[in-house]
């Protein structure tokens, strides 16, 4: 790991509260309260009422595209139903395998990563630091890939006459997806083992698999060396079963699931024998898409599961270099739009009320549940590597993929994966050309004036990672309720074998509160041989727009019934942007740094759709806790002339360094340097960060990682 040189200095600008109004696709709505200056107005929208694909000429991350929320179903839903839940684990059929709060996390395509995580090991991102901080402190730590198409043709070098750790070279790209030859240096690992000394990351890496005669082992050796235990293994193929006709055009036509097999035999080989790889077992495979390769035992079905592969044998084979099985599964794709050939594009109106249901979530999983039974009988994780909304490959949904609608679907799959025994995915982001992004950086030339813009899903990390906790024993059900009604989701989560938390889900979007529901919660009981074991108070975290009311089932005269709400709300399923958690908010376009802008609003009464409640009393005793995770101020911006902009009243009163001092406290930008060693100490756990500074309101640290 590169070391770090810090500066320290201080400002003293009070963090001024106000109330904002912020316009969404329903007019103005107000965020109150918020800091001052944060939240740029948001222009009003109306929504789009023509038929066919989406049609912005802009980045596609940043569109305007907003859609008309379904209609509600006819006959609607029972508003007032009954969830009854044993308390203890014994007593339930069909819990999950144990889960950890890790669940969901994050692939980052290779090409992107010098726009997301930092430009090199000296100069990390703030607000991707604050994000991956925000997810740490509910579950412990957060997975993050590095890899994709582009991993498949990257190759290491040396060092760049520019001095950059990566570049792109599009032209020798020769397949649909565009996709571009990487070149990198060790200083991409160094940037993510600096990130792993500040935020417990921790990393997977892929193995280019373009040419398996001549394997490229570097990244695998390198990050081995550098990322130490901060590494959770390597990918091996980036969807193999598109490599021949059915996609990118890697390999011949013919290529099948015996043909991977016998690369995956090359890459065995050659892993062995390499003695700079001492971890034999980390290897990742086979990530297929699914759907494509014949399987050998039936060759007339192409399965979506990954049965192609495991059919071969290929995990009893090969399991002395297996870590984890894994797919890569997106809900649609909106290919026809962005690469016009035999098909025509989907109709952009029809494409967001299919995702307002509990169906996707069954039928996503429903392809990978025999995988997720062999896992287990294995011994192997299941990972789903890639996922979104919609192909990474072609750019998502406009309206739909970066939408609240987005939000609620992921949750609502996230927790389906969950309780079908997956054990992981990701969340892929992409660059600036995408809407499906979890979290997306401003635009190079435009970072000195702009901040991040957060995607809907990334709250949905948030909200699962927060349902599953850190103790790594959360056993996940569907429970169905509402006799089964697709719109009315609910799961219990057991910790340690208690009920602990339990989430309620409304797809319904009804701004005249005709939908809401009272769902009445009976926990234990005779039915379930166990005492009633309602509590006195439950304490509530929720998601959504249309409304849902809990009523503990239990008499008046025996407790309170009184619940701590914190609301995760926007206007309408088709928003965009004005979306606040318990009164907070990442912000909106071009506003996010990574921390909550506003005072967290904690308060009683029923609470919005997709409920998180918490029921145990030690999921209480969390739910009461305060923030606790040590995020970062200000934004870095890479234009790094005439940028720092520091508030005159602070350089007046400022004593800064006395001139005796001055040298001595210089530190070196050459490693092994005189200077490079001085100065240095290992962050604590309040310390900012902050690698160019704009306008700083708090403490702040600026920080070098030599």
Same mark, same amino acid.
């Given at each position: ?31 109150? $309260? ?85 430009? *090199? ?58 996709? $571009? ?35 490229? /082992? ?54 062995? *024998? ?36 495991? *059919? ?22 909106? +290919? ?57 490959? +072609? ?83 569907? /429970? ?18 208690? /009920? ?207």
């Amino acid at each position: 790991m590169h070391p770090l040189l810090l500066t320290t200095f201080f400002t003293l600008l009070p963090a001024v509260l106000a109330e904002v109004t912020v316009y969404g696709v329903f007019g103005s709505t107000t965020a109150t $309260p918020a800091h001052s200056g944060a939240d740029a107005p948001i222009p009003t929208t109306s929504y789009v009422t023509t038929h066919g694909p989406a049609r912005w000429t802009g980045l596609a991350a940043y569109n305007d595209i907003y859609l008309p929320p379904p209609p509600l179903p006819s006959p609607a839903p029972a508003s007032t139903f009954p969830i009854s839940v044993p308390r203890g684990a014994a007593n339930v059929n069909g819990l999950s395998i144990p889960q950890a709060g890790t669940f969901f996390g994050f692939s980052i395509e290779m090409s992107v990563a010098t726009q997301l995580i930092g430009t *090199n090991s000296s100069h990390l991102f703030v607000p991707f630091l604050n994000l991956m901080a925000l997810m740490v402190e509910r579950a412990g730590a957060v997975h993050v890939r590095v890899g994709g198409n582009t991993q498949e043709t990257a190759f290491m070098v040396d060092s760049f006459p520019d001095g950059r750790i990566m570049e792109k070279n599009k032209e020798d790209a020769s397949n649909p997806t565009s996709t $571009p030859v990487l070149a990198f240096t060790a200083d991409l690992i160094y940037m993510l083992s600096n990130v792993s000394s500040l935020v417990n990351v921790k990393w997977y890496l892929g193995v280019p698999f373009n040419d398996t005669n001549h394997l490229r /082992l570097e990244i695998a050796e390198r990050g081995e060396e550098i990322l130490g235990d901060n590494l959770l293994g390597f990918q091996a193929g980036n969807e193999p079963d598109l490599y021949g006709a059915n996609g990118h055009g890697h390999r011949p036509p013919t290529y099948g699931p015996w043909d991977y097999f016998g690369e995956f035999a090359q890459l065995t080989q050659a892993y062995g *024998n390499d003695t700079k790889i001492t971890k034999k077992k980390t290897l990742i495979a086979p990530s297929t898409q699914g759907g494509n390769w014949p399987d050998p035992l039936n060759p007339n079905s192409r399965p979506l599961g990954a049965e192609p592969v495991w *059919n071969t044998g290929f995990v009893q084979i090969y399991d002395e270099y297996l870590a984890a099985l894994a797919v890569e599964h997106y809900s649609n794709e909106n +290919c026809a739009d962005i690469f016009p050939g035999d098909r025509e594009p989907q109709d952009l109106l029809t494409v967001l009320a299919p995702y307002l249901t509990h169906k996707p979530g069954l039928g996503l999983v429903q392809p990978h549940l025999n995988s997720t039974m062999l896992a287990q009988a294995w011994g192997k994780p299941f990972l789903v590597f890639e996922t979104n909304t919609a192909s990474s490959s +072609c750019g998502g949904f406009p309206g739909v993929s970066d939408a609240f609608a987005s939000a609620l679907w992921a949750l609502d799959y996230g927790l389906q994966m969950a309780h079908s025994n997956f054990t992981g995915a990701l969340f892929h982001a992409g660059g600036q050309n995408v809407t499906y992004n979890p979290f997306t950086a401003a635009p190079t030339n435009e970072s000195s004036f702009h901040q991040w813009t957060i995607g809907p899903i990334y709250y949905s990390a948030l909200v699962v990672a927060e349902a599953l906790g850190s103790t790594n024993t959360s056993r996940v059900k569907d /429970l169905l309720p509402n006799n089964g009604n697709e719109f009315t989701p609910a799961y219990s989560i057991y910790e340690n074998d208690q /009920l602990a938390r339990m989430v309620l889900i409304n797809f319904l979007d009804d701004p005249t509160g005709a939908h809401d529901y009272v769902a009445m919660i009976n926990v234990g009981g005779q039915q379930f041989g166990e005492a009633n074991a309602v509590p006195a108070q439950v304490k509530v975290k929720s998601e959504s727009r249309g409304f849902v009311s809990m009523a503990l089932a239990r008499p008046r005269a025996e407790g309170s019934h009184h619940t701590a709400d914190r609301y995760l709300l926007a206007p309408t399923m088709s928003e965009k942007q004005n979306i606040t958690w318990a009164g907070q908010t990442l912000g909106g376009r071009f506003q996010v740094d990574g921390r909550w802008k506003g005072t967290e609003d904690v308060k009683t009464g029923a609470a919005p759709g997709a409920a998180l409640v918490f029921i145990s009393d030690a999921a209480q005793e969390q739910a009461a806790a305060p923030e606790s995770a040590s995020t970062y101020p200000t934004t870095v911006v890479t234009k790094t002339a005439n940028t720092v902009s520091v508030d005159p009243a602070v350089v007046a009163t400022s004593n800064g360094n006395s001139g005796k001092d001055r040298g001595s406290n210089r530190g070196g930008t050459s490693q092994g340097g005189t200077n490079a060693a001085r100065g240095m100490r290992a962050l604590d756990a309040g310390s900012a960060l902050v690698a160019v500074l704009g306008g700083v309101q708090a403490i702040a640290l600026s920080v070098a990682l030599l």
